[in-house]
């Protein structure tokens, strides 16, 4: 019932900032935690920001904030000062209580890919 869309993905250098945007289809947006994933190629998928209560996994604290505007169904990923391992499908997702664990995620968007070169 709750379809989720990022946009903002896409090819930039190392030290350059991009921001990824999420997009939810329900009315009752601001009931949900919604959180950030991202999954490099050949790894599993990890955990990168939640906001419920906002929090940044350790490797992107300090570079990447997290943060939503009720009124647009929206999220945003902002990620500064971007790195070769920050190469990643990065997708949003929505659930009932703030968590760090991806089964604990009930609405995932397609994913959208960033790609940080040297």
């Known amino acids: 019932q709750v379809a989720l869309v990022e946009s903002g993905g896409g090819l930039v250098q190392a030290g350059d900032s991009l921001r990824l945007s999420c997009t939810a289809s329900t009315r009752a947006f601001s009931t949900y935690t919604m959180a950030w994933f991202r999954q490099p190629p050949g790894k599993d998928r990890e955990f990168v920001a939640v906001l419920r209560w906002s929090g940044v996994a350790d490797p992107a604290r300090g570079r990447f904030s997290i943060s939503r505007d009720n009124a647009k169904n929206t999220v945003y990923l902002q990620m500064n000062s971007l790195k070769p391992e920050d190469t990643a499908v990065y997708y949003c997702?929505?659930?009932?209580?703030?968590?760090?664990?991806?089964?604990?995620?009930?609405?995932w968007g397609q994913g959208t890919q960033v790609t940080v070169s040297s």
């Open positions: 997702a929505a659930g009932l209580y703030r968590s760090t664990r991806f089964t604990d995620y009930n609405y």
